[in-house]
């Protein structure tokens, strides 16, 4: 019986979706990482350093902010990386189609990170083989809708409102889903290399039913999810620590 959630083979060095892999070191991604290291040791030793405690002051700021959709997205993305391809295709349905601009739009809706994590997220949908229309929909649709922010905005302007402002960022992000799906259709943007055909004969009640039979959670299998979500959101992580070290 197949252990559960077994990930795809590891993709090779040259796969345009995680560069670096195979290649050396990423000295700009350790260079930044570095940068902001140099940042929190500055600001929690209290070193008064002309424009350096400034900078070392804003990092902080901004990293208390986005920790925490980072970890969320890290995590999202080493779980994702063991789920196969299959259910993807399944939840998201075809995504040549109105209908899985939708129901990406609606994954979108429903999960619950900021705007850094979901970046993790969409990079791994794409990989593992959404279509650019589906990608663009769900990053549209997330950032708009967590949690907190609907119960923050049910107090400040009251229900109606708050469902009107969620309805408005689906419509938002479906208008923008099949904009792409046609911009596709005529050859003005390239088709996601990682889509295939959903494959009729597949079940996944059944298949979910003998994987989660046979999942057992270890902490090798915990590892193996972080280490897995660490890798493959470098690529992000690389363009985060750029923005937060160099804003625009």
Request: charged residues 10%.
């Amino acid at each position: 019986m197949s252990s559960c959630c077994k990930p795809d083979p590891a993709p090779s060095s040259g796969d345009h979706c995680h560069p670096g892999h195979g290649s050396g070191v990423d000295y700009l991604l350790w260079s930044m990482l570095g940068l902001i290291a140099a940042g929190f040791a500055i600001h929690f030793t209290d070193l008064d350093i002309p424009y350096l405690s400034m900078f070392a002051h804003a990092v902080v700021s901004l990293m208390s902010v986005m920790w925490w959709g980072i970890v969320g997205g890290i995590i999202a993305v080493g779980v994702m990386s063991k789920i196969p391809r299959e259910y993807f295709q399944a939840i998201m349905g075809r995504g040549d189609t109105v209908g899985g601009v939708i129901r990406a739009t609606i994954a979108g809706l429903f999960l619950d990170l900021c705007s850094h994590g979901i970046l993790m997220v969409g990079a791994k949908l794409y990989e593992r083989g959404a279509s650019l229309a589906q990608v663009m929909a769900f990053l549209i649709a997330s950032p708009w809708n967590s949690i907190t922010l609907t119960l923050i905005l049910i107090s400040l302007i009251g229900l109606p409102w708050t469902l009107a402002f969620i309805g408005g960022s689906a419509l938002i992000a479906i208008f923008t889903g099949i904009l792409y799906l046609q911009l596709v259709k005529r050859g003005v943007l390239p088709a996601n290399p990682n889509q295939q055909e959903p494959n009729p004969d597949f079940n996944m009640k059944a298949d979910f039913k003998q994987r989660w039979t046979a999942f057992k959670f270890t902490p090798a299998w915990l590892r193996d999810v972080l280490t897995n979500g660490f890798s493959e959101s470098l690529m992000v992580m690389r363009w985060l620590s750029s923005v937060l070290c160099w804003p625009p």
